[in-house]
């Protein structure tokens, strides 16, 4: 399998990344990644790792998984985080001189799964801050807005506001002093909104604090699995705090430092 991208990324990419907070890259994966991946998606679906949810809400159809740290136990993901071309296109993306793995996740919405990923920004949730910080959402199948493609609003990353995470699972685990998720739905005419149709090896990369929500998957023969990997970058630092999102394990860092850690090891340097 093809460890470097297929092609390089574009100058024009990474303005659109920087200025929009979301780009989407075309076919940069080799198919042969994307078979592996589903294989192995589907083996954790059957033996998932202790931090995965069953997201979907009792008496709703369907099933939406997700699963993280993947890679610490699996060594299929543990193949994607060390040897694909996900770590080199985040560093591109970023400008950066090293990127850390922060986590690798799974989100999966089988055929007919109604649940819908409220809208949110991914940073709030993680014991992390810095700019240089961003997600790659990898679609293993084709993906559209029936089934489940991601909306970003456009330009949200530097509204210059941390809101509080809304818990995929609907309760009210994440309790942290920071201001509710604006209504959405109810001011779409107030925000322009990006969504891109995916076809498998094709991504998108976005910034830490872009806000994006998702349809639930309303097809009946199509499933919607998606690989996303969090990447850190050169200005990322250690940023603890209670009732977040839980880590595999403690990292045994010191608030404010660099990640570089048994947890979330450097896994690219630009040469």
């Known amino acids: 399998m093809n460890s470097?991208?297929?092609?390089?990324?574009?100058?024009?990419?990474?303005?659109?990344?920087?200025?929009d907070g979301v780009v989407v890259l075309r076919e940069m994966f080799d198919p042969e990644w994307i078979e592996q991946l589903r294989l192995w998606a589907d083996e954790d679906m059957a033996a998932p790792g202790q931090l995965h949810q069953n997201l979907t809400h009792e008496g709703k159809p369907g099933r939406f998984f997700f699963d993280t740290f993947m890679w610490t136990y699996h060594e299929g993901f543990k193949r994607f985080v060390h040897e694909s071309p996900a770590a080199e296109i985040a560093g591109s993306i970023l400008r950066a001189k090293k990127i850390n793995i922060?986590?690798?996740q799974l989100l999966i919405k089988e055929p007919g799964t109604a649940e819908r990923t409220p809208w949110h920004h991914d940073m709030p949730y993680w014991p992390v801050r810095g700019n240089d910080i961003c997600t790659l959402w990898l679609a293993l199948d084709q993906v559209t807005n029936d089934n489940g493609a991601v909306e970003y609003i456009k330009g949200s990353h530097k509204?210059?506001?941390?809101?509080?995470?809304p818990a995929f699972a609907g309760d009210d685990r994440y309790k942290i002093d920071l201001p509710e998720v604006p209504d959405i739905e109810s001011e779409r005419d107030k925000h322009e909104f990006?969504?891109?149709?995916?076809?498998?090896?094709?991504?998108?990369?976005h910034h830490g604090?872009?806000?994006h929500g998702a349809p639930g998957n309303s097809q009946a023969d199509r499933r919607r699995r998606a690989v996303v990997s969090r990447w850190a970058g050169d200005d990322a630092v250690y940023h603890p705090q209670p009732n977040i999102q839980k880590m595999m394990w403690d990292p045994d860092i010191t608030p404010g430092g660099p990640l570089d850690s048994d947890l979330w090891p450097v896994i690219w340097r630009r040469s």
Request: negative net charge; proline residues 7%; glycine residues 4%.
């Open 4 to 19: 470097k991208p297929l092609r390089s990324i574009t100058e024009k990419e990474v303005c659109t990344f920087e200025d």
């Open 159 to 165: 509204w210059g506001v941390a809101y509080k995470p």
């Open 194 to 205: 990006l969504q891109f149709e995916l076809n498998p090896g094709d991504c998108t990369v």
């Open 209 to 211: 604090l872009l806000v």
């Open 102 to 104: 922060f986590f690798d």
